[in-house]
């Protein structure tokens, strides 16, 4: 079974300081993986993904986010934070075959921007 | 143009009653899914429908019936409404053959069982 965990309820971080959300996964071979955000009141929204290549993928509104094989993580970065960067954000795991289509989300991480 | 709606947004509803929440997408995808969002923000995956079959039933009360009346719709209707059923219900939708494709979701509904 596949499963991924945020091992942060919440992460704080001033404003314009770099920031880390962590995910790691368990999975058999290698899945593809997700990042989503979600704004109060409001639907998941896709940020990146990682299918396959480089280990840094490059998403919406300057997010990043490392692909580490030998540790089965997947951070989320960003290098200058953002006020409007506060949401509270989903990793996500779907593995490459089977008959599961379904994303396997983590507990979520809530992203607090200080001014 | 909204990708995945939902509706209604909101539903406020009392104990005992039996309620739908209906699901559309414009996108052209085969695959429709349902996640339970629930008070401590945790997303779990009810159904999954693959060109209008069942592929997903998760451990759901079976209370819970998704109807699936063409690709493009995935409706969810729960009858003998309890208190703990008291969530947010996002409908999401996703090329199923496509694995590596990101899923598309809707803004939720805030189902309030009094």
């Known amino acids: 079974a596949q499963s991924v965990a945020q091992p942060e309820d919440q992460v704080n971080v001033a404003e314009g300081n770099p920031l880390t959300v962590k995910c790691t996964y368990s999975v058999s071979g290698n899945p593809y993986l997700f990042w989503y955000v979600q704004y109060p009141n409001r639907g998941l929204q896709f940020l990146l993904k990682y299918i396959t290549g480089d280990n840094l993928v490059k998403g919406s509104y300057g997010f990043e986010a490392e692909f580490n094989k030998s540790q089965t993580s997947f951070h989320l970065k960003k290098p200058s934070a953002l006020v409007s960067d506060s949401a509270l954000y989903f990793c996500?795991?779907?593995?490459?075959?089977?008959?599961?289509?379904?994303?396997?989300f983590g507990s979520g991480t809530q992203l607090t921007v200080l001014p | 143009d909204t990708a995945v709606s939902q509706t209604p947004k909101y539903l406020v509803t009392q104990m005992g009653n039996d309620k739908s929440i209906k699901c559309e997408q414009n996108?052209?995808?085969?695959?429709m899914y349902w996640y339970k969002q629930d008070s401590k923000k945790f997303l779990k995956i009810m159904f999954s429908?693959?060109?209008?079959?069942?592929?997903i039933n998760e451990t759901v009360p079976n209370r819970f019936s998704p109807k699936s009346p063409d690709k493009a719709h995935l409706n969810l209707h729960i009858n003998s409404l309890e208190l703990g059923d008291s969530a947010v219900y996002f409908c999401?939708?996703?090329?199923?053959?496509?694995?590596?494709?990101?899923?598309?979701f809707g803004q939720g509904t805030r189902l309030t069982v009094v």
């Open positions: 999401a939708s996703s090329q199923g053959g496509q694995l590596n494709t990101e899923a598309f």
């Open positions: 996108l052209g995808h085969d695959t």
């Open positions: 429908y693959n060109n209008k079959e069942l592929i």
């Open positions: 996500a795991v779907r593995p490459r075959s089977g008959s599961a289509r379904q994303l396997t």
